[in-house]
């Protein structure tokens, strides 16, 4: 089944630790993304990533990272993570061009504290 | 700056009753344009895009290049088409940025029985 595959789903931590939301798509997709979610915020871009080793900033890239080693895999790291970081964040694929439709994961529900 | 504006945050219509969700966009380029919606607590999903010309679930959206704007209709709504409706133009320029899809802040939609 294609599909995009985020872990974890849920995870609450502490300021400071380290984290990685891992994504993984089976549909030999170009493009990557990593979106968050605020109530009233709508969709923000993160990162997005056009090919293997190509990756740039989105519109909110402060306090993130992220790497594309590997065509299907491209997780999202947060090296200190703070309260504001806080959010439902969705990872996304497609084929890279202009006119192809976006597949997202089901999400990700990090609380930091 | 590429932008996309869809100007209401909340629209709440009764069933049988029209609906508009609004979406303009400024894009340097000739964007090819989407709708996704997202019901309550799931995954976001492509709901029709431009280049297919086609209606789903009653919907449909027409592209008027001279205002640019993508607006999302439907005649009549229905209860299960409550949710949040996002318009997304992606990029289709040549360049570093070929095919990266940008979200408005998104409409919630309520349907009033």
């Known amino acids: 089944e294609a599909q995009v595959t985020q872990n974890p789903r849920y995870l609450i931590t502490v300021t400071g630790k380290k984290l990685t939301v891992t994504c993984s798509q089976n549909?030999?997709?170009?493009?990557m993304s990593w979106y968050r979610q605020d109530p009233g915020l709508g969709l923000r871009q993160i990162y997005y990533?056009?090919?293997?080793?190509?990756?740039d900033k989105g519109d909110v890239p402060e306090g993130y990272k992220v790497s594309r080693k590997e065509k299907r895999n491209f997780p999202l790291i947060l090296e200190s993570p703070s309260p504001n970081q806080t959010s439902l964040y969705f990872c996304a694929s497609s084929l890279g061009t202009a006119d192809q439709p976006q597949h997202f994961g089901d999400g990700t529900r990090l609380s930091i504290l | 700056a590429q932008r996309v504006t869809q100007p209401e945050k909340l629209l709440s219509v009764f069933k049988g009753a029209p609906v508009e969700l609004k979406c303009n966009y400024s894009?340097?380029?000739?964007?090819?344009l989407f709708w996704y919606v997202q019901y309550s607590r799931q995954r976001l999903q492509l709901l029709l895009r431009h280049i297919s010309r086609e209606s789903i679930k009653g919907f449909t959206a027409d592209l008027n290049k001279g205002e640019t704007s993508f607006h999302l209709k439907k005649p009549f709504a229905q209860e299960e088409d409550s949710a949040m409706y996002y318009c997304a133009p992606r990029d289709g320029n040549y360049g570093g940025s070929q095919g990266n899809l940008i979200f408005g802040k998104g409409t919630k939609l309520s349907v009033k029985p």
């Open positions: 549909m030999n997709h170009e493009y």
């Open positions: 990533s056009m090919n293997v080793e190509v990756t």
């Open positions: 894009y340097s380029g000739s964007p090819e």
